[in-house]
């Protein structure tokens, strides 16, 4: 087994064939995902934040506890 290693961007396709398939993308594709854990992130902190003020003994193992086993 030969293992080649590529620059980057590129691959090799099926048989060996190099070039066959383009990673144009993934720039764009990059930059999506980290505006989308960004916007996701932001929400979750204030949401988390805001909770604590509002009740600082947030325990959720407690709610399972109570929730399966009845203590």
């Known amino acids: 087994m030969h293992i080649e290693e590529l620059k ?5 396709g099926e048989g060996g064939e190099e070039g066959r398939w383009s990673f144009v993308g993934s720039d764009t594709k990059r930059v999506l995902v980290g505006a989308g854990a960004r916007a996701l992130f932001y929400p979750t902190l204030v949401y988390n934040v805001v ?5 600082a003994e947030f325990r959720w193992w407690d709610k399972i506890d109570e929730d ?4």
């Open 8 to 12: 980057g961007g590129e691959v090799v």
């Open 51 to 55: 909770r604590n003020k509002l009740q």
């Open 68 to 71: 399966l086993f009845g203590f």
